[in-house]
């Protein structure tokens, strides 16, 4: 065998060991990074059933699901009506009312501001919805963020209606 | 580095040291030669050695009894402080000496800022240096959520979701960071196993910023290469080791100061309140050493430039050695450069107190102004003073201002010799 032919067999087998031994160390490496993704267990508390049908006009209640709040509000008249006439060029996040709600009156969102994930409080702000205390974002009657450094509107979880009385969350 | 070899002196010694030379080490460290000329914020390196082993003595105390599960961390807290022998005392030195630690690292970068101990050859001391100031923001981060109080919740939920402003990939991300889908127990668990870990990378990175200063020597208040062995330099020990305890012994009387008579006046009280995932407190603010990233990042009006601006005020700071251009050390012959290094002093400090005040009307103004300024210094002042700024001469060698300049004693026998007439000649 050639000297040339020599050093070409060699240098393709330091390349095959090392791109063998890198495809072992991310494998190896995959588990240790995976570990802190959601396990079984807090993937298995994905669903949550609510009872709504104490809840009266103009109140909120806030429910506890994955570990956030989840605000589910029975809106009034004029809070539908207010959500429902503001203009989408006047949003950050254009969204109508109707696409956020399955029933007008029912408003189901995940109570975590979409800037830094404080808790906003309810019935304030300028926009008489929702006012994050921690940086200043301002969301309205619908949820949606209209004043602040929060870049999207209240997140909406899926949910849907077990019957008249029963919101089932997740 | 002296420069004759070290050789021990009795045989058992020469055995040892010929297979591991750690005398010959001992011997370097005592060795080593300083300027002369060092003043007192040279001090603050080894006030910082003494912080890292306080934090690491007395946290791995606190591990004996700390839990950390979100059912028990609040209340084991709770029973530190109240049953565990002198369990007050080890916790309150731990939390202040977090602030102590900062506090002290603080000067110490300014030191660094002002005498220009970072530029050329000393640039890896310094960035080794900004790592190990980063590794303490990460541990004192997620040492404050340990005790699972409202301010420690909330601050995780704040911080955490600062990666939520990456695109694309945040939302994953947090969701990794948290192991779940908000602050939990996977979280505080990692946290704790991190917060523990952390300090002992530090212990590692601190070996190396001594390493890399070992090989160039230290910079000093005139800022010119000092001659090795010669009489402009001393050895460590015993000279800077007793200046270094003299500086110590005053740090230490205002740590135990606040220990003993503050030892909340740093925190929050509503870390007291065990932390609630439906309620955030009305103030949210991180502990102090941390306000001046947090006002850039809410000066900023929208969501990922803030962040983006946040961590980049600190990344800047790696770039400093090369942005800095000015051949000259040592702020005390940069006249223009010397003015401009108090005003970015107070604009930190400035966003410092901006940090904590609520983010509208002037104050957001203010931290505004005081973050341009911030960046302003760093990418254009610095490089046009490198090139325009006339320094003052340098003198020959760190001796010379000494013996030129009128020093104190000038000072105190002109003063004496108004009184006294001219006989005051001979008073030394």
């Known amino acids: ?170 | 580095m002296s420069e004759e070899k070290y050789v021990p002196k009795s045989k058992l010694a020469q055995w040892f040291d010929s297979r591991l030379p750690l005398l010959t080490l001992s011997h370097h460290l005592q060795e080593y030669p300083t300027p002369k000329n060092l003043n007192y914020w040279w001090t603050f390196g080894g006030i910082l050695t003494f912080c890292l082993i306080t934090q690491i003595v007395t946290g791995l105390v606190l591990a004996m009894h700390y839990v950390a599960h979100v059912d028990h961390a609040f209340e084991s807290i709770e029973h530190i402080m109240r049953d565990v022998n002198y369990g007050w005392l080890i916790r309150y030195v731990h939390a202040n000496g977090a602030s102590m630690f900062f506090l002290a690292v603080y000067i110490h970068i300014f030191r660094s800022l002002f005498y220009g101990s970072y530029k050329a050859p000393r640039e890896l001391i310094w960035i080794i240096g900004l790592l190990i100031y980063v590794l303490m923001m990460a541990t004192a981060f997620m040492g404050y959520v340990l005790p699972w109080g409202q301010m420690s919740f909330w601050g995780a939920t704040v911080i955490t979701n600062l990666f939520s402003a990456i695109p694309f990939i945040g939302e994953s991300i947090t969701t990794w960071l948290w192991g779940g889908f908000s602050v939990d127990n996977p979280t505080l668990n990692r946290f704790y196993s991190l917060h523990y870990l952390l300090p002992f990378l530090t212990v590692g990175l601190v070996i190396l910023h001594i390493w890399s200063l070992h090989i160039p020597g230290n910079n000093n208040p005139i800022g010119i290469d000092v001659k090795k062995n010669s009489n402009e330099t001393m050895p460590f020990h015993p000279y800077m080791v007793m200046k270094d305890l003299t500086a110590l012994l005053v740090f230490i009387i205002i740590f135990l100061w606040f220990v003993f008579f503050a030892p909340n006046v740093l925190g929050h009280p509503d870390n007291y309140i065990e932390a609630n995932p439906l309620v955030t407190p009305a103030h949210i603010v991180p502990e102090w050493y941390l306000l001046p990233f947090y006002a850039i990042l809410r000066a900023i009006p929208s969501k990922l430039g803030g962040v983006i601006f946040m961590f980049a005020a600190i990344l800047i700071l790696i770039l400093l050695p090369w942005l800095d251009t000015s051949k000259v050390r040592s702020a005390v012959f940069r006249p223009i450069y010397k003015k401009f290094f108090w005003v970015l002093l107070f604009m930190v400090i400035l966003l410092g107190y901006l940090g904590a005040k609520p983010p509208e009307g002037i104050y957001l103004i203010l931290s505004r102004i005081a973050t341009a300024y911030y960046f302003i210094h760093f990418l254009i002042l610095l490089p046009l003073l490198g090139r325009y700024e006339k320094t003052d001469p340098l003198p020959q060698s760190i001796s010379d201002p000494v013996l030129d300049k009128p020093g104190l004693l000038d000072k105190v026998k002109k003063a004496a010799s108004k009184y006294e007439g001219e006989n005051v000649g001979s008073f030394k």
């Open chain 1, 1 to 170: 065998m050639g000297k040339k032919n020599h050093s070409e067999r060699r240098s393709f087998l330091f390349t095959a060991t090392y791109t063998m031994g890198a495809v072992g160390v991310g494998a190896a490496i995959w588990p240790l990074v995976d570990q802190m993704n959601p396990d079984s267990s807090v993937k298995a508390l994905s669903t949550t059933e609510v009872d709504i049908s104490s809840l009266e006009f103009g109140k909120t209640i806030t429910v506890l699901w994955r570990g956030k709040p989840i605000f589910i509000r029975r809106r009034t008249k004029e809070e539908i009506d207010e959500a429902a006439k503001v203009e989408l060029k006047d949003l950050k996040d254009p969204q109508k009312d109707s696409e956020r709600t399955q029933n007008p009156e029912w408003l189901v969102m995940v109570g975590v501001c979409t800037h830094l994930g404080c808790v906003p409080l309810g019935n304030t702000g300028e926009y008489k919805g929702w006012f994050c205390p921690c940086h200043g974002s301002h969301y309205d009657t619908s949820g949606r963020i209209r004043k602040g450094p929060a870049p999207k509107n209240l997140e909406i979880p899926k949910y849907e209606f077990v019957n008249n009385n029963i919101i089932k969350i997740g």
